[in-house]
C-alpha cells in the first residue's frame, strides 16, 4: 500500500514558478505528476522510476523537472515559466508495476489527493 500527500500550489502569475512536493509511504518503482483541468482528461505531465530515468509529456519539455528524495521518500515537481493553460488541479501517483516511465493514467494504482494550481495572465 502506498500512500501520498501532495503539497505546494497556489496561484502564480504566467511566466513564475512553482515547486510541488508530494510525501510519499511505501515502495514504488514509478511516480508521476498528472494534471486535470475544467473539462479536460487526465493528462500524464512527468515520470520517474526508481533508478532516477525520466519522461516528460511534450507541452512541458524544458519548462518543469520531475525528482525524488530517496531518503525522504519524496517527490519533486519544479515548474517554471508557468502557463495559464498549466492551471488545473495536479495529482501525485504511484504504482509498483515495473513499466517503462508510462504516463498513462490507467498505470497508476495509487493516488494523492491533488493540489491547485492557478496560473494567470
Known amino acids: 500500500q502506498v500512500q501520498l500527500v501532495e503539497s505546494g500550489g497556489g496561484s502564480v502569475q504566467a511566466g513564475g514558478s512553482l515547486r510541488l512536493s508530494c510525501a510519499a509511504s511505501?515502495?514504488?518503482?514509478?511516480k508521476a505528476w498528472f494534471r486535470q483541468g475544467p473539462g479536460k482528461e487526465r493528462e500524464g505531465v512527468a515520470v520517474?522510476?526508481?533508478?532516477?530515468?525520466?519522461n516528460y509529456a511534450d507541452s512541458v519539455k524544458g519548462r518543469f523537472t520531475i525528482s525524488q528524495d530517496n531518503a525522504q521518500n519524496t517527490l519533486y515537481l519544479q515548474m517554471n515559466s508557468l502557463k495559464p493553460e498549466d492551471s488545473a488541479m495536479y495529482y501525485c501517483?504511484?504504482?509498483?508495476?515495473?513499466?517503462?516511465?508510462?504516463?498513462?493514467?490507467?498505470?497508476?494504482?495509487?493516488w494523492g489527493q491533488g493540489t491547485q494550481v492557478t496560473v494567470s495572465s
Open positions: 501517483a504511484a504504482t509498483q508495476g515495473r513499466w517503462y516511465l508510462p504516463l498513462y493514467w490507467g498505470s497508476y494504482a495509487y
Open positions: 520517474i522510476d526508481s533508478d532516477g530515468r525520466t
Open positions: 511505501g515502495f514504488s518503482y514509478n
